[in-house]
T-cell receptor
């Protein structure tokens, strides 16, 4: 069974440019998470979806970050415009429910120059 | 504010030796505690999940303990291998409708030959 798939694995952009990350969760997992992880720190929640509904987006910087999960399956996280401080790893995770075990993707490493 | 604190921040041991990582938390109400292993450049992978009633849980050479009264957990690694070099992250889940997860910053373990 395929795990959580994320792309791209690496992205280098200049500040003020837009960037988008894509995540395909494990089949059947209705809960999807986007996390931000800075070097040497634990992941920080950006947004959590239950099917296509964003049920926790309180930590998402909505002035520049947006996310969508239109059909309750794969999801896209967008940053526009990117800032230097956005350089980090963006992790996607899925679980069979809000109480289930989390399965993480390999992450998308963003470098903003 | 719910917090998860891990110690030590980093640890270097020789191959074959044992080690113990610590996790203290203030998350309440408590649902479960999870330990994840994160290899460099990869996403976290679950090692154990422990509920309130579980004191000890093993996964191969990894043994996690939980003291819900003192809100402490430990992860013991036996007969360490080079492949154990990774960051070990403690995660605590709240028993609320939001099911929020609180991540520690991780302990960076290096196993040297």
């Amino acid at each position: 069974e395929a795990g959580v798939v994320q792309s791209p694995r690496y992205k280098i952009i200049e500040k003020k440019q837009p960037v988008a990350f894509w995540c395909n969760p494990i089949s059947g997992h209705n809960t999807l998470y986007w996390y931000l992880q800075n070097l040497g720190q634990g992941p920080e929640l950006l947004i959590r979806y239950e099917n296509e509904e964003a049920v926790d987006d309180s930590q998402l910087p909505k002035d520049r970050f947006s996310a969508e999960r239109l059909k309750g399956v794969d999801s896209t996280l967008k940053i526009q415009p990117a800032e230097l401080g956005d350089s980090a790893v963006y992790l996607c995770a899925s679980s069979p429910g809000a109480t289930g075990e989390l399965f993480f993707g390999e992450g998308s490493r963003l470098t903003v120059l | 504010k719910n917090q998860v604190e891990q110690s030590p921040q980093s640890l270097i041991i020789l191959e074959g030796k044992n080690c113990t990582l610590q996790c203290n938390y203030t998350v309440s109400p408590f649902s479960n505690l999870r330990w994840y292993k994160q290899d460099t450049g990869r996403g976290p992978v679950s090692l154990t999940i422990m509920t309130f009633s579980e004191n000890t849980k093993s996964n191969g050479r990894y043994t996690a303990t939980l003291d819900a009264d003192t809100k402490q957990s430990s992860l013991h690694i036996t007969a360490s291998q080079l492949s154990d070099s990774a960051s070990y992250i403690c995660v605590v889940k709240e028993e609320t409708s939001g099911s929020r997860l609180t991540f520690g910053e991780g302990t960076q373990l290096t196993v040297n030959p």
